[in-house]
């Protein structure tokens, strides 16, 4: 059982920056490849970042691709998300997922789906 609890989201005006952290329990946090996700009102939840198991591949979507940096830190079971030159259209609930990645698992993996547990959600708001 992964519990992750995400924290950082918060107001901020076009152009800022803002650090999310997701902070997970248990000790197998080095076995699962963790991913951020987001969700707008009305809108399905979108994939955003996965970063594997090692913290040596990512994967981003075209649109935080540039702007948005996800890292993990082992000594204290947590993954972050650099968000940089935040849009109007970043504002969402920002889930963090884990996903454990075993050596079958497909990578990258953005699908919702096949993620195993989830934060209760930041809320980030950018205003114009």
């Known amino acids: 059982q992964v519990q992750l609890v995400e924290s950082g989201g918060g107001l901020v005006q076009a152009g800022d920056s803002l650090r999310l952290s997701c902070a997970a329990s248990?000790?197998?946090?080095?076995?699962?490849?963790m991913g951020w996700f987001r969700q707008a009102p009305g809108k399905e939840r979108e994939f955003i970042v996965v970063i594997n198991r090692s913290g040596g591949s990512t994967y981003y979507a075209d649109s935080v691709k540039g702007r948005f940096t996800i890292s993990r830190d082992y000594a204290k079971n947590t993954v972050y998300l650099q968000m940089n030159s935040l849009k109007p259209e970043d504002a969402a609930v920002y889930y963090c997922?884990?996903?454990?990645?075993?050596?079958?698992?497909?990578?990258?993996?953005?699908?919702?789906?096949?993620?195993?547990?989830w934060g209760q959600g930041t809320q980030v708001t950018v205003s114009s």
């Open positions: 248990g000790r197998t946090f080095s076995s699962y490849a």
């Open positions: 997922a884990a996903r454990y990645q075993g050596v079958d698992s497909s990578w990258p993996e953005t699908r919702a789906s096949e993620y195993d547990y």
